[in-house]
Each structure stands twice: as structure tokens, then as C-alpha cells.
């Protein structure tokens, strides 16, 4: 047997002779190494459930934010194309308000060089 320390090899003493002894150490290690593989392989499914499951969690609020910023964005782009058609509108009511004010400011200085 080997110890665990430094890996040397060190006496085992047994009840019995020492071939008894040995395959008895062997049964306990082959039993104890069937139980620690046991409970490692049961840790690392409970690992792997608990990852998953925060995984599953992250990738729903994740969609779930993207589905909220979609609603924004379509929110955002109607607004934008209505002010888009509010400028036009007001451009051309700028325009049409600009000539209407040409008119008057040279119908008001015909009239005024009319009537001298």
C-alpha cells in the first residue's frame, strides 16, 4: 500500500496473514473508490442541473429584455415617422407662408407707391 503523503510503500498489518490482509485493503479501496466515484458523479450532476438551470434563467430574462427593447424600438420608429411627416408638413407650410408674406409685402409696397 502506498502512502498518500509521498507515495512511498508501507507495511499494512493484518489480522491474519498478510495475503488476507491485502485483499481485504484491496476491497475497502475498490469499495471506497466505487463510493467517492458515487458521490463525485452525483455532485457533478447537481453542478450541471444548478448551471443549467441559472442558464435557462439568464437566456429567458435575456429574450425577454430583447422583446422589451423590440417593443421600444417599433415604439420609437413610429414616433419617428411621424415627426418625420410633421416636419414635411411644417416645411411646407414654412414655404407656403413665406410666399403669402412676399405677396402682402409687395402688394403693401405697390399700394403704397400706388398711392403716392
Not at 488476507?20 to 479501496?29: A, I, N, P, Y
Not at 458515487?38 to 425577454?64: D, G, H, P, Y
Not at 411627416?85 to 405697390?110: H, M, P
Amino acid at each position: 500500500m502506498h502512502n498518500k503523503g509521498d507515495g512511498k510503500l508501507v507495511e499494512v498489518h493484518g489480522r491474519r496473514n498478510g495475503h488476507d490482509s491485502c485483499e481485504d485493503t484491496d476491497e475497502k479501496l475498490d469499495s471506497m473508490q466505487v463510493e467517492f466515484s458515487s458521490v463525485l458523479t452525483s455532485q457533478l450532476e447537481a453542478q450541471r442541473f444548478f448551471f443549467e438551470e441559472k442558464l435557462t434563467k439568464a437566456q429567458n430574462a435575456v429574450k425577454k429584455e430583447m422583446e422589451q427593447m423590440k417593443e421600444i424600438l417599433a415604439k420609437r420608429m413610429a414616433e419617428k415617422e411621424e415627426t418625420d411627416k410633421t416636419i414635411v408638413t411644417l416645411a411646407k407650410d414654412k414655404s407656403n407662408l413665406e410666399r403669402k408674406v412676399c405677396f402682402n409685402v409687395v402688394s403693401i409696397i405697390c399700394n403704397c407707391t400706388s398711392t403716392q
